[in-house]
């Protein structure tokens, strides 16, 4: 199977999602657009894999509800810049189970956010930016099943430990309520499902998340369950792949704090984007860009995405 057939696992982290009004709601449970590019309903020939993302939101600012912004309105005087490095390790032990290929992985994400907001109209900007570890994810199974007409299917399951670097000391505060962190201060788990047409260099795949946070116990905040897909339509000519993604997330209940559903809390985004990647041999590289096209009630803003993958043997 070549590189870029690998359905690699897809890290269950979010863009920066900051409530000042509680303080909780921090992060997405989903990164979108991290499995762009990937095949997401195949695995990669038994082995150990290291996968390195390295994923920029250079300017990032609030839409649709978030610090002041009306919904279908855009609030520029909050801006965010992000960075997410996503170090994960994967093993295919060449088992199989009910006839599907197994997986298992863990990744330790760990980011800065730069968090700016203007005051009125004095222009100046109170700052606040951190360094540290968001949860810690684990994906005990990944099971991928290879169809007839050069289809795969993959079914699996990510857990979001509640052991990321959120507690507002160690972070520049902006304000009461208000600080930059870099985790969740909850646990949350995700079940996921991919599909892959992977035929003649043509990857054309879709690959879905679905979350279901836990309260946080330290501030009675509950997000809302929410769904991310993201979609891949490629094609490698030798040893170059070429192509276009796209990325939604769709709330799907509302948040609440304390069991007080909040109004107007469901957040909403998409973007698209091309792909551009390298097979070197045993590595490869892959690079992703998204063009916001709406947002409503999250973060608004361009990303990159840039992906290293290294086989390690067995």
């Not at 060449?94 to 980011?111: E, R, S, T, V």
């Not at 905040?221 to 276009?244: C, E, M, N, R």
Request: glycine share 12%; hydrophobic share 40%; with cysteine.
């Amino acid at each position: 199977m070549k590189t870029f057939l690998l359905g690699l696992f897809v890290v269950a982290l979010g863009a920066a999602l900051v409530a000042p009004a509680f303080a909780s709601e921090q992060w997405d449970p989903y990164l979108h657009g991290t499995s762009i590019g990937l095949a997401a309903g195949a695995l990669p020939p038994p082995g150990l894999y290291f996968i390195h993302s390295s994923y920029f939101a250079p300017s990032l600012h609030s839409s649709g509800g978030l610090f002041g912004a009306p919904n279908g309105t855009e609030n520029r005087n909050f801006k965010l810049f992000v960075y997410v490095d996503i170090p994960v390790l994967m093993w295919v032990p060449g088992w199989k189970f009910l006839g599907a290929d197994y997986a298992m992985a863990i990744a330790q994400p760990i980011n800065y956010t730069n968090l700016r907001i203007q005051e009125g109209t004095s222009k100046q900007y109170l700052t606040g930016a951190v360094w540290g570890n968001f949860n810690t994810v684990l994906v005990p199974y990944e099971l991928s099943w290879k169809l007839p007409c050069d289809l795969y299917i993959k079914t699996g399951l990510s857990v979001n430990l509640n052991d990321a670097t959120n507690n507002p000391a160690t972070a520049d505060t902006l304000g009461p309520g208000v600080f930059a962190t870099a985790g969740n201060g909850y646990y949350w788990v995700s079940p996921t499902l991919g599909l892959s047409w992977l035929h003649d260099g043509w990857n054309i795949s879709v690959f879905s998340n679905y979350a279901f946070p836990f309260e946080d116990s330290g501030t009675g905040y509950h997000s809302g369950q929410q769904l991310a897909i993201d979609y891949t339509v490629t094609k490698t000519f030798g040893k170059w792949t070429f192509g276009v993604g796209a990325s939604e997330e769709t709330q799907i209940t509302t948040d609440s704090v304390h069991g007080t559903n909040i109004p107007d809390s469901k957040a909403n985004l998409w973007s698209i984007g091309p792909v551009v990647g390298y097979n070197f041999g045993p590595c490869s590289l892959m690079f992703t860009y998204g063009f916001p096209v709406y947002t409503n009630n999250d973060l608004a803003g361009e990303w990159f995405n840039v992906r290293f993958v290294v086989p390690l043997g067995m």
